[in-house]
Nanobody
Framework: QVQLVESGGGLVQTGGSLRLSCTAS????????MGWFRQAPGKEREFVAA????????HHADSVKGRFIISRDNAKNTVILQLNTLKTEDTAVYYC????????????????????WGQGTQVTASS
């Protein structure tokens, strides 16, 4: 059973930065495709970013492209989401997700495709 634990959320002024981490246990991390999603109050969970097993492929939602960066360190069983130039509309609970998968598909943007989820970490950007 995969366990995912997020950390790094908090309150930051608009324009500021945060670094979210997600550490996995209970599985060979290098076999996991990883994603980040977020959910704001009253809204559906939405795709933020995803990264392949090796880290050679990444994709970011248009709403965060150029501001957020996803990366991973397989030696540390960790995936990182660097949040820069935060806006008030970035305020949400951010979730780490994982699925054992060997190739990229269009399903990586779909929350229902992922098998494992963390508990979430709150990010609040305020002016």
């Amino acid at each position: 059973q995969v366990q995912l634990v997020e950390s790094g959320g908090g309150l930051v002024q608009t324009g500021g930065s945060l670094r979210l981490s997600c550490t996995a246990s209970g599985h060979d991390f290098s076999r996991l495709f990883m994603g980040w999603f977020r959910q704001a109050p009253g809204k559906e969970r939405e795709f933020v970013a995803a990264i392949s097993r090796s880290g050679g492929w990444t994709h970011h939602a248009d709403s965060v492209k150029g501001r957020f960066i996803i990366s991973r360190d397989n030696a540390k069983n960790t995936v990182i989401l660097q949040l820069n130039t935060l806006k008030t509309e970035d305020t949400a609970v951010y979730y780490c997700a994982a699925k054992e998968a060997s190739s990229v598909t269009t399903e990586v943007y779909n929350a229902g495709w992922y098998e494992y989820w963390g508990q979430g970490t709150q990010v609040t950007a305020s002016s």
